[in-house]
C-alpha cells in the first residue's frame, strides 16, 4: 500500500478506497486537486457577522413582509 493510500485510509474518504484504487494517477491528481480548492475556500458563512452588521446600520434589516397576518386570530392560541 503506497503512503498516499495509507492516509486516504485513515481518513472519512476510507469507504471510497475501491473508486480511488480504480482511477488513473491523472484522475487522483485532479480529485486530489479539487478537494484542496475546496478546503482552501472561506467557510460557507464567513463575513455573514459583518454584512448583518453593515445592514443593521443601513437600516436594511426590517421585515419585509408583517409578523402577523391581518386574519390570523390570535385570541384563539
Given at each position: 500500500m503506497t503512503a498516499f493510500?495509507?492516509?486516504i485510509k485513515e481518513t472519512?474518504?476510507?469507504p471510497y478506497m475501491g473508486i480511488l484504487q480504480?482511477?488513473?494517477?491523472?484522475?487522483?491528481?485532479?480529485?486530489?486537486?479539487f478537494l484542496?480548492?475546496?478546503?482552501?475556500n472561506a467557510p460557507t458563512r464567513a463575513g455573514w457577522a459583518a454584512a448583518a452588521q453593515q445592514?443593521?446600520?443601513d437600516g436594511e434589516d426590517k421585515l419585509t413582509i408583517a409578523d402577523v397576518f391581518e386574519d390570523e386570530m390570535m385570541e384563539d392560541w
Open positions: 493510500a495509507q492516509r472519512p474518504m476510507a480504480s482511477l488513473s494517477r491523472k484522475d487522483i491528481e485532479i480529485v486530489v486537486t484542496n480548492e475546496i478546503k482552501d445592514a443593521h446600520a
